[in-house]
């Protein structure tokens, strides 16, 4: 059974620094894709940084240059560094698993998700 399970979210002023973690168990694909998505209060869903089996990484351009996805494969983590944050980064974040590469992706398995507010 798969399991994700985020953790380090919180409140933080403008400006400053966040990283959230996810622990990932029961998931072994060797063509694996995994990243972190958000959803803010009525809006939908959208990717935010994913990361594949090739090390490939990529990253929405409303996060580029402040967000930073990696994967620790000994520890089975997930992580993504939030930096210069911005009250329209509060959402909650997913964390997302599933197959292929992060230009052709499908997402098979997802995090509950960890609240991120951001105050001006």
């Known amino acids: 059974q798969v399991e994700l399970v985020e953790s380090g979210g919180g409140s933080v002023q403008a400006g400053g620094s966040l990283s959230v973690s996810c622990a990932a168990s029961g998931y072994t694909g060797s063509n694996y894709c995994m990243g972190w998505f958000r959803q803010a209060p009525g809006k939908e869903r959208e990717r935010v940084a994913l990361?594949?089996?090739?090390?490939?990484?990529r990253y929405a351009d409303s996060v580029k240059g402040r967000f930073t996805i990696s994967k620790d494969n000994a520890k089975n983590t997930l992580y993504l560094q939030i930096n210069s944050l911005k009250p329209e980064d509060t959402a909650t974040y997913y964390c997302?698993?599933?197959?292929?590469?992060?230009?052709?992706?499908?997402?098979?398995?997802w995090g509950k998700g960890t609240l991120v507010t951001v105050s001006s």
């Open positions: 990361i594949d089996r090739l090390g490939s990484i």
């Open positions: 997302a698993a599933g197959r292929g590469t992060v230009l052709r992706y499908s997402i098979n398995y």
